[in-house]
């Protein structure tokens, strides 16, 4: 079994089960890849354990990773995904002042919210879905917490859908329960990995967004999950459910402060898998 540390590992974790089960394991004595993240983990999906583990315990804000929750949530009270809703004065991010080119008073449906929050995220997108949820932004954030605990996530807390709020906190070990989870959920799986999309905006121009994790135009990524999150507080974050070499991972990345680290570190986690399987099959065939 191919298994790397990066700091302490928990034996406990052993038992750990968060996504769909399948045979084989990787044997290998290959080294560690070297991850420049603050807090890493990848979680082998066949085996139900990790491959390698870095400070995976550590509670972490996780900025905008917050949106996986919001749309399972959303997705969860089966509101009609062609509802159109407008933008208001409400969903303006008055906590980072971060910039939105959502404009008040713009009608999306809910299917178009939806996919701009996981796609490009977008902040006023989830704003509004949870503003809009059944009894109101309180009670998406209570919906969320809720599955949270269902999911068996114990160190995980919510406070607002967008992943602007920095006592949004979790561990590397609860994402990859909240990533197997959203990975079930086929609109999370199309909207997080499509390359870009367009909707009308103000008078009828086209507005075009791109996702924010460049890895989904990578032909080389079979990617099935994917969320990128940025606050200050929580550095630039990672999450990926990928397969790599007919293996499905779980790739958490968090606190990385390059602007390029973590996708650098998840090709360098990639490179270290398929250099892995390349020693087992030269064995194999020795």
């Known amino acids: 079994m191919l298994v790397a540390h990066a700091g302490e590992y928990d034996a406990k974790r052993a038992a750990f089960k968060p996504g769909r089960t399948q045979s084989g394991a990787i044997s290998s004595a290959s080294s560690a890849p070297k ?7 990848i979680y082998d999906q066949q085996t139900q354990s990790p491959l390698y583990t870095k400070n995976s315990d550590t509670l972490t804000s996780i900025a ?43 009608k999306l449906t809910r299917n178009e919210l939806l996919k701009l929050a996981l796609m490009a995220s977008e902040n006023r997108a989830a704003n509004a879905l949870a503003r809009t949820y059944p009894g109101g932004y309180s009670a998406a954030i209570a919906a969320m917490n809720d599955k949270a605990r269902d999911l068996g996530m114990q160190n995980t807390r919510f406070l607002d859908p967008a992943g602007l709020n920095s006592n949004n906190v979790s561990t590397a070990y609860d994402l990859v329960k909240m990533v197997a989870a959203a990975r079930d ?30 890895l989904v135009r990578n032909a080389s990524w079979d990617i099935g999950v994917s969320k990128t999150g940025y606050i200050s507080e929580a550095g630039r974050c990672l ?48």
């Open 64 to 106: 905008s990773i917050t949106k996986l929750m919001t749309a399972m949530v959303v997705l969860d009270a089966q509101q009609p995904l062609d509802e159109e809703i407008s933008i208001d004065n409400a969903d303006i991010d008055t906590l980072k002042g971060t910039r939105s080119r959502l404009r008040i008073g713009m």
């Open 185 to 214: 959920y086929p609109l999370i799986h199309q909207y997080t990995t499509t390359a870009s999309h367009s909707v009308d905006g103000w008078r009828g121009r086209e507005m075009r967004f791109v996702n924010t994790n460049p």
């Open 239 to 286: 999450v990926m459910e990928a397969t790599i070499n007919q293996r499905p991972v779980i790739i958490v990345l968090l606190d990385s402060w390059g602007k390029r680290t973590r996708i650098g570190d998840a090709n360098r986690i990639k490179k270290w898998m398929e250099s892995s399987n390349a020693r087992i099959h030269m064995m194999a065939r020795s």
């Open 35 to 41: 991850l420049h993240s603050a807090i890493a983990l």
